[in-house]
């Protein structure tokens, strides 16, 4: 039998295990020494990165608030934080702080076709090319992600149904919209158009999801699978 024991976390070097701690069980399982640890990466030949960031916690009372104020001479005060380092702390600090003074995004939620063409023709409805997109959305049919599936010549696009699923996985979608544009200006479904349509629904079903509609984008309107009824 194979010896698996090497890749247990319990043999990776200190300054390697939080980082494999987060792959394994994901960000929140970390504490707040850990995730500095990664920031920091490596410590110094007497203590690990984690044993590092404790010490450097310690220092401003475990306060994140406090952390986030010190300054690189504050931080390449301990022994094994250089002024690259530091920068990456404070850095860290500054993304966390913008973070929380935007506050939590509302998402779109689809309910019509007409939204989706909103959305979608700034990005593609004047390009001289095909490109196809997706929308992935949550439960509740909002959009949580949208990505260029695949990028062609004016004659078409290739699209990668795998990649299509792999992503709506990555992201925890329940279905997905389908869009693409005709610099032509031709609001009509082409006979390969249907055809991807009905394999990526196909593909869909297999894992739970569903394709709620595909639309075909052009500079000054549109054209809905869903609306049209052959979806």
Do not use: C
Request: charged content about 25%; aromatic content about 6%; proline content about 2%.
């Amino acid at each position: 039998m194979e010896d698996t024991t090497s890749f247990s976390i319990k043999y990776w070097a200190e300054d390697d295990k939080p980082r494999e701690k987060l792959m394994l069980k994901g960000k929140s399982a970390l504490s707040d020494a850990e995730l500095l640890a990664i920031l920091i990466g490596s410590g110094s030949r007497n203590e690990s990165a984690v044993e590092l960031s404790k010490k450097i916690l310690a220092s401003v009372q475990n306060n994140l608030n406090s952390l986030g104020k010190m300054s690189i001479q504050q931080l390449t005060k301990f022994k094994g934080i250089g002024k690259a380092k530091a920068i990456s702390i404070i850095a860290a600090g500054e993304l966390g702080k913008r973070r929380k003074e935007e506050g939590v995004q509302e998402l779109i939620k689809i309910t019509s076709s007409r939204i989706v063409y909103e959305i979608m023709q700034p990005i593609i409805g004047e390009l001289p090319h095909e490109e196809f997109w997706v929308l992935y959305l949550n439960n509740a049919n909002k959009i949580i992600y949208k990505a260029q599936l695949s990028k062609g010549g004016i004659t078409g696009t290739v699209v990668d149904v795998r990649l299509l699923l792999k992503t709506a996985l990555e992201h925890n979608a329940l279905s997905f919209v389908l869009t693409h544009n005709h610099p032509s200006g031709k609001l009509i479904a082409s006979e390969a158009d249907i055809q991807i349509t009905q394999k990526l629904k196909l593909a869909a079903k297999q894992l739970d999801m569903s394709v709620i509609d595909h639309i075909i984008v052009t500079e000054n309107g549109y054209f809905s699978f869903a609306d049209e009824g052959i979806l």
